[in-house]
């Protein structure tokens, strides 16, 4: 651990770093310095280079050009065990653990503790595993599988293995994206501990809030260049976002300008055992309807047994006063439901194919003749959608999983309304977005309620669902608790926070 008097060295400088994918830049002369014992946020919209950076110091890519001084000396990074090597560790969004395998296994897979036999020392290796749980403050044990772990529990079994490692720089890429608002303060808390030990920490966030609460300093990207770097004291969200974006935006969310016509959904009774109870609700003609509540309150459950990913035991659907019948999501395409579900990249695209694949892929046979794929037709729509929905893409050829998370959350959406939807299921619909790219969603949004199309919005940011919402729906261990409409009067985070606690709204 270094000498915390030396807080004002860096432990991290990099300079006039660049990389280039077929031409196209991804960064051009980006510089960053981190200080020794600082959380230092890196922040940028999508496309921005922040994850180009961090692969770089990672080890996954290897820079075009530039230098890299970690720890007083120049440090030649190639690949992932050069990094680590130096005591550089990454924790990505989605978790790189073994969910069949238990915690201590996974904390040292690859260089588990041996005896004098050459066969793998499970008592020391829990042991070990045990003293760097410790070290993370948490309370289950070496030996539990991952997959019966929270997101919460997985983020700081990643921590405790990279302090195993002996790490000095920890990078952690939207850490909070999946824990509810408990789990998030319990990880700020191990940060600071983190912190005052003199580790260093990188944190990537879309949460502008949390960079004011836990960062010392921020850096920003835009368009792979350099924009600036600030003590976070100095600065207000108003001033992060012009940075970000290069533009002002006057309001997080733009104006709900949309009339909400007449019922085109109505679901009566709708259960599911150890899920659901009891479901009543209506959407109608132009309307964004949020469903809010906290993890585990059935949200999800709701709209995929709606959709039919999920059976249900009970219940009726009722689209333009007429019983339907849902039990797949073939069942749903037909009937004009559309679903943006929150985990994109298992269940929204497919990454290896291309943008118009994707955008096609749940309506082939409008691009279909004679058994054939008609590739001049699934070019033009795909184009069409492109250009109406301002994805940024080299063309429709192109692979989704190059593209950023915004755009692969629009090429979802393309795909839902290329199904011919009218009901549309945005599960999630921003989260590890940016904030320029949500406001383009939001947009987006808008404007398919303005012409015709209903929106049930599952979502957990508060904000997010009082700054969109005609009306909001609460749920709380599978039953609805509160419904507040707009129209009659403000809606009230207190009163939405109370219907989410359980307590029924009057």
Request: proline residues 3%; aromatic residues 6%.
């Amino acid at each position: 651990m270094p000498d915390l008097e030396k807080r004002t060295d860096y432990i991290l400088e990099m300079k006039n770093i660049s990389k280039f994918f077929f031409g196209n830049r991804a960064l051009e002369d980006v510089h960053i310095e981190i200080k020794y014992g600082e959380v230092h946020a890196l922040v940028g919209e999508n496309g921005a280079g922040k994850s180009t950076l961090m692969k770089i110091l990672s080890g996954a890519y290897s820079k075009d050009s530039g230098e890299i001084i970690f720890d007083g000396s120049p440090a030649d990074i190639t690949t992932p065990q050069d990094s680590q090597k130096l005591g550089i560790s990454i924790i990505y969004q989605e978790f790189n653990l073994i969910r069949g395998m238990s915690v201590s296994e996974n904390m040292f897979l690859g260089r588990e503790p041996r005896t004098m036999f050459g066969t793998i020392d499970s008592k020391r290796r829990n042991e070990e595993a045990r003293h760097w749980l410790g070290r993370v403050s948490v309370k289950f044990e070496p030996t539990d599988l991952v997959q019966d772990l929270s997101s919460a529990q997985a983020q700081f079994v990643a921590i405790a293995q990279a302090l195993s490692k002996g790490a000095k720089l920890i990078i952690m890429d939207e850490p909070t994206a999946s824990l509810t608002n408990k789990e998030t303060e319990t990880l700020f808390d191990l940060i600071r501990d983190l912190k005052s030990q003199g580790i260093s920490i990188i944190y990537i966030s879309h949460h502008l809030d949390e960079i004011f609460e836990i960062c010392d300093r921020v850096t920003v990207l835009r368009d792979g260049l350099y924009v600036d770097t600030n003590e976070v004291s100095a600065i207000d969200k108003d001033s992060l976002i012009r940075m970000m974006v290069g533009r002002e935006l006057s309001n997080e969310f733009p104006p709900r300008m949309a009339s909400p016509g007449e019922p085109v959904l109505d679901v009566k009774e709708l259960s599911r055992q150890g899920a659901l109870s009891d479901i009543h609700f209506q959407l109608r003609k132009g309307e964004i309807l949020g469903i809010y509540g906290l993890v585990g309150s059935g949200r999800t459950e709701l709209v995929r047994a709606l959709y039919g990913a999920d059976k249900r035991d009970n219940g009726s659907v009722a689209l333009g006063g007429a019983s339907i019948d849902i039990r797949s999501p073939h069942d749903g395409i037909k009937h004009g439901f559309g679903f943006l579900p929150e985990e994109r990249k298992l269940q929204g695209v497919i990454l290896g194919m291309s943008v118009a694949n994707n955008v096609t892929l749940a309506a082939m046979d409008k691009i279909t003749r004679y058994l054939m794929i008609d590739e001049r037709s699934e070019l033009k729509n795909t184009e069409y959608f492109v250009r109406s929905l301002n994805i940024k893409t080299p063309s429709a050829h192109t692979v989704v999983q190059t593209l950023s998370g915004g755009n692969q959350q629009k090429v979802v959406v393309a795909k839902c309304i290329f199904t011919d939807a009218e009901i549309l299921i945005f599960d999630e619909p921003t989260r590890g977005i940016d904030v320029g790219a949500k406001y383009e969603i939001y947009i987006l949004m808008n404007e398919l309620t303005k012409s015709g199309k209903s929106i049930i919005m599952i979502s957990s940011d508060l904000p997010e669902i009082i700054g969109m919402s005609d009306r909001v729906l609460v749920m709380w261990e599978g039953r609805i608790t509160g419904e507040f409409d707009r129209a009659r009067a403000p809606l009230s985070q207190e009163a939405i926070m109370k219907a989410a606690a359980g307590e029924v709204a009057a």
